[in-house]
């Protein structure tokens, strides 16, 4: 069975951080690129960085611009997880994060979403 499964969302002031977790299991992670989204308030699910796969430091990342330069993408294949470290945190970064896998044949698996609240 395949899971994928969001963590570190929270409450945050404007101009903080968090670091998101999306932990794999039941597929081989190491061959899935990885995607976070994230769906605020009445809104459509938008897409927020991309980190494919890759051996070490070959990954390719790529971002919205709504997040270029405060966000980071990254993974770790040993531990099956994909990591989003969000800085310079702004309260239109609100919303619930999703984590998505996807392979070559366009297999895809989402998350359930951790809920990200930037507010003062």
């Known amino acids: 069975q395949v899971q994928l499964v969001e963590s570190g969302g929270g409450l945050v002031q404007p101009g903080g951080s968090l670091r998101l977790s999306c932990a794999a299991s039941?597929?081989?992670?190491?061959?899935?690129?990885m995607e976070w989204y994230r769906q605020a308030p009445g809104k459509q699910r938008e897409f927020v960085a991309r980190?494919?796969?890759?051996?070490?430091?070959?990954?390719?990342?790529s971002y919205a611009m709504s997040v270029k330069d405060r966000f980071t993408i990254s993974r770790d294949n040993a531990k099956n997880t994909v990591y989003l470290q969000m800085n310079s945190l702004k309260p239109e970064d609100t919303g619930v994060f999703y984590c998505?896998?996807?392979?070559?044949?366009?297999?895809?698996?989402w998350g359930k979403g951790t809920l990200v609240t930037v507010s003062s």
């Open positions: 980190i494919t796969t890759g051996a070490n430091t070959d990954y390719v990342t």
């Open positions: 998505r896998a996807i392979n070559y044949e366009g297999m895809e698996y």
């Open positions: 039941g597929i081989i992670f190491k061959s899935y690129a």
